[in-house]
């Protein structure tokens, strides 16, 4: 890789300049208090911005948060996130109100050696994630007014090909943050020579959203265990009716396909959690996968699948797991995600796990974070990592 590093840029000397980190503070918030649920984005770009603090840069945040339509939107600001990051970081956080305004002009001029500013959300401007090159492009340029040097420290944005994370970099000397060094690292692993057994485990509710993934990984795993939502348009791809569970029609005959030519190497459960409705204190029992109730819908894999699941896992040397096994949000819902994660941890595997919501599991069970070999901030971005695909923002780093 020749990727510039945070460590050059420090090498060189920060002390009074102006330094730009991209960060993906896109935290999940409680929908009715507007709190932090997870700060664990928050928490896994304090290395690099502790150490831009230590070295006296003047040191400026960008970040999106949520999916706003290009124009403010008060429940995506960032406000809530500049006093956990000034909370984690000790020294408050100066906040702007805009992101390439008269608040954010202010706001980084008036910033003393040491300090650090957070602009708000960066999808307020239309210009971030714009198809144009040109209006990316002039947005770039004022967000690039900001900085002497620009670090890429959002891991989980970098498949973005998004103003601040592929067309700034083009606009000053850039380099990885230690997030993004890190995660490249871990992943390339699994791309290389994983030592094998190799098992994957996917969940989540969309087939869609993993199919890429799991063309790409089929030849290279030797275990590919399928859970949570997507799970039943696999089922119903092996001619069992799955009731009212979540059904991707216009899946089923890819599934089908994608079994066909797995080798064997696709394991699906053999037991499912079914309920009246999708609540958490719905009526549920345990069934096989073959006595699904038309009028019932699945929410969970069932124990005997943990098991299977886990066997499986013991095995394992490298493992990436990638998505829920079921509703982990309601309690009766929660145990098929729980046992797989404890298989994880006890495996004497290398295991990463990649996924906002993935990572958010393994923190809302309390399971214990430092006994899984990497957790990744990124969903999406590591997804895309290990289908093959190029990466817009670690392309604009390599430039
Ligand atoms: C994520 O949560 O996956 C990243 O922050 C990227 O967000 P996005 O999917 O809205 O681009
Ligand atoms: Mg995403």
């Known amino acids: ?58 040191v400026v945040v960008c970040s999106h948060l949520g999916r706003p339509k290009g124009a403010p939107d008060p429940q995506f600001s960032l406000r809530p996130v500049a006093g956990r990051l000034g909370e ?53 340029d004022q967000l690039a007014a900001f900085g002497d040097a ?32 890190r995660e490249v690292e871990v992943l390339s692993k699994l791309t290389s020579e994983p030592e094998r057994p190799y098992v994957v485990v996917l969940g989540g509710s969309k087939v869609s959203d993993k199919l890429a993934v799991i063309e790409a990984l089929l030849p290279t795993v030797d275990r590919l265990l399928i859970g949570g939502g997507m799970c039943f348009t ?20 890819t599934c089908r396909n994608l079994l066909e030519r797995s080798g064997g190497k696709i394991l699906l459960p053999v037991d499912v959690v079914v309920a009246d409705a999708f609540a958490p204190d719905a009526a549920h029992d345990t ?6 109730p038309s009028h019932r819908l699945g929410l969970d894999i069932g124990p005997e699948t943990v098991a299977g699941f886990a066997a499986a896992l013991s095995q394992a040397k490298t493992v990436f797991w990638n998505g829920p096994m079921g509703v982990f949000e309601m309690p009766a819902f929660a145990a098929g995600t729980r ?13 990463v796990v990649g996924g906002g919501d993935s990572a958010a599991a393994v923190r809302a069970l309390g399971l214990d974070e ?30």
């Not at 069992?240 to 029609?249: I, Y």
């Not at 069934?287 to 699904?292: C, F």
Request: cysteine-free.
């Open 150 to 181: 620009y670090v890429d420290d959002a891991f989980g944005a970098v498949h973005r090909k998004h103003a601040s994370v592929y067309d700034v970099p083009a606009r000053l000397p850039h380099v990885a943050g230690r997030l993004v060094l």
């Open 1 to 58: 890789m020749s990727i510039r590093t945070l460590d050059d840029l420090l090498a060189e000397g920060v002390s009074g300049r102006r330094v730009l980190v991209r960060a993906d503070l896109n935290v999940p918030l409680d929908k009715q208090s507007g709190d932090i649920t997870d700060d664990g984005r928050i928490r896994a770009v304090l290395p690099t911005l502790g150490a831009l603090v230590e070295a006296g840069a003047k």
């Open 234 to 253: 696999f089922l119903k791809a092996q001619g069992l009716e799955v009731g009212t569970s979540l059904l991707e029609k216009d899946m089923v005959e």
């Open 88 to 140: 984690l970081l000790g020294a408050p956080v100066h906040f702007a109100t805009d992101t390439v305004g008269d608040s954010a002009r202010s706001t980084v001029a008036a910033l003393a050696d040491g300090q650090v500013a957070l602009l708000e959300n960066l999808r307020f401007n239309a210009g971030e994630t714009s198809k144009d090159d040109a209006e990316r492009g002039a947005f770039a």
């Open 339 to 351: 046992g797989i994660a404890e298989a994880i941890t006890k495996a004497d595997a290398f295991s």
């Open 287 to 292: 069934v096989r996968v073959d006595g699904i």
């Open 370 to 399: 430092s006994s899984f070999g990497h957790i990744s901030t990124g969903g999406g971005a590591s997804l895309e990592y290990l289908e093959g695909k190029t990466l817009p923002g670690i392309a604009a780093l390599e430039n």
